[in-house]
């Protein structure tokens, strides 16, 4: 049992969390392995995030403070909390690649229960988590887009290419 002391020293701990990030996860982590968890941390650590098991009643009472209307008591599972600084989708790819190669190599399940944007102050449901999670990095889309834009050009250079190369008959 937390003595009062340490309770609010959590939820000061949790209020600067929420402060410093555009977007929250949340997770079911019951019966997923340390080990496992300490992979997720260190795939988070490259996109700035950072995951924390929370007392949910706590938590509650720290997004409260920071103006969130938000109530994470709705959540029976174990919760845990992954603290995104800035966009949701690198943080939301390595979770969800986490939980895929999780539920394959252990047979564990690390459920996502859903996000939350603090910057428009919305819920993210788990349907739209997952879509967000399954897209290219912003390098691939970028590069999706150039070679789309560059493929007619490419395609005009090869036939002017071809027609210089070929033969003109003589003509009479």
């Known amino acids: 049992m937390l003595t009062k002391q340490q309770k609010k020293e959590e939820v000061s701990a949790d209020r600067t969390l929420i402060a410093g ?3 929250l ?10 080990l496992a968890i300490h992979k997720l ?3 988070l650590k490259a996109s700035g995030a950072k995951y924390r098991v929370i007392r949910k009643r706590l938590f509650a009472v720290a997004l409260k403070e920071q103006g969130i209307e938000f109530d994470p008591l709705q959540f029976s599972a174990q919760f845990g909390v992954v603290f995104v600084p800035s966009e949701l989708g690198p943080a939301a790819s ?21 996000a939350y944007d603090t910057v428009s102050r919305a ?11 399954q897209l290219p990095s912003r390098e691939v889309l ?8 560059i493929a007619p050009l490419k395609a ?5 290419d071809q027609l210089a190369k070929r033969e003109v008959a003589p003509q009479n």
Do not use: R
């Open 21 to 23: 990030s555009a977007n």
């Open 25 to 34: 996860i949340f997770a079911d982590f019951t019966g997923v392995p340390t």
């Open 41 to 43: 941390k260190t795939a």
């Open 94 to 114: 390595a979770v969800y690649k986490f939980s895929k190669e999780l539920l394959k190599d252990a047979k564990k399940e690390f459920k996502v229960l859903g």
């Open 123 to 133: 819920f993210v449901p788990v349907a739209q988590f997952n879509v967000i999670a």
């Open 142 to 149: 970028l590069g999706q887009v150039v070679g789309t834009m």
């Open 156 to 160: 005009f250079m090869n036939i002017v």
